[in-house]
């Protein structure tokens, strides 16, 4: 199973936390072949136009409802609030996908990921699924003034406080997506994060 | 209103007969609100096979769903949306009112987007249809429970392509909610104090707006969409 999805992603191994496998690969909410997809979503797009990169390609997979929720404020965005969208339907891989709120993009740090994946991590357990991926959309949001390193240690720190709520948990293959040209950087800031952990 | 489990010589009513004899004190309580038995059964087997589970109250209308809910005050409701009385929007914008924090899982066999759109903005936090699986539904109660959303994919898709289409307004709405009755334009004029020239008007508008060809496809659409009730 672990090692069919690396495969199926062309994911990066990271580390083992717990028996939960953690990659990074160049993939993102509608192209990642896993249970449960999660996006991370901003109260808006700092770019006049919307979203961009991976996050037009949900919207648009999803015939607009992702933008169209929003802006009818039954998906608020807020730090930390979900959404999740059962029986999605190809182009996206994932049988189910989790809007994950991140607040007014002007406000946003790095710490803001940590709270983002947590609640994800949080769902996806709650959920039993096997494999999922959390997309930031930050790029797609028009974010790029970004600390690799630091959005990394967040990232990570955000799925092992998710994992920690649920010890007992089926899920075994978590991946961070990013896009192709980011692959190795992001790897590194991960795997350095990673190798930081107290008892990694 | 079928179960008041505040009252003691009520509790024989209560699902615990059937239920785990000592539920988990952590037991998500859950408030199942349809007119038909049937379905109100078929929930209440379906989360009395989970520990963190557990039925405290079953209401059969509206009306009955607000009163229990301020009695008994469940972590969940679950909740149709045609009922006798008071509808199941209504009765959200209602309890929502009075407990801005309730937490609501609309379960019903409508698909239309009006409909999701009038319960989603009522406050609820979850669309699925009857025709779900069991674990969607107990996925659903978890995650509404713990502050999430749910929502079927499909109504959400289904909302977002309407969303290019001028939505029909209210007196366009009351035309052909008379149309799809049977009346005549003569008819439906009289009856809204409008000229026969205005209502043709609002038809025409609406055949614009709905994509319709004819006055039966337009009653069609509109009924499916959830923009009239026939």
Redesign the interface.
Known sequence: MTASTFSANDARAIGNWRGVEIAVAPRDAVTAQVEIAAAGMFTHELAADGPAGGLLDLDTA????V???RS????RAAPG?????????PPVKAST?LLVGMGDPAAWEATTLHGAVSAAA??VL??DAASACFAPSLLDSGIHTVDPDAVAAQMLGGLLRGLAASPDTSLNVWIFCTGLAHIESTRAAFAKAFAALPSA | MLAQPRESDERADLPLQKGPLVPTPAAIRILVVDDHPFLREGVRAVVETQPDMRVVGEAESGDAAIRLHAELMPDVVLMDLQMPGLSGDQAITAIRKRSPGARIVVLTTYDGDAHALRALRAGAAGYLLKSSLRKDLLQAIRSVHAGGKHLDAHIATDIALHVVSEAPSEREIAVLSLAAQGNSNKQIAFRLGISEDTVKAHMKALFSKLGAADRTHAVTIAAKRGLIDL
């Open positions: 999803m015939g607009g409802a933008t169209r929720l009818d404020g039954i998906f609030e979900v959404l999740a969208l059962s029986h999605v339907v996908v949080a769902e709650r959920r």
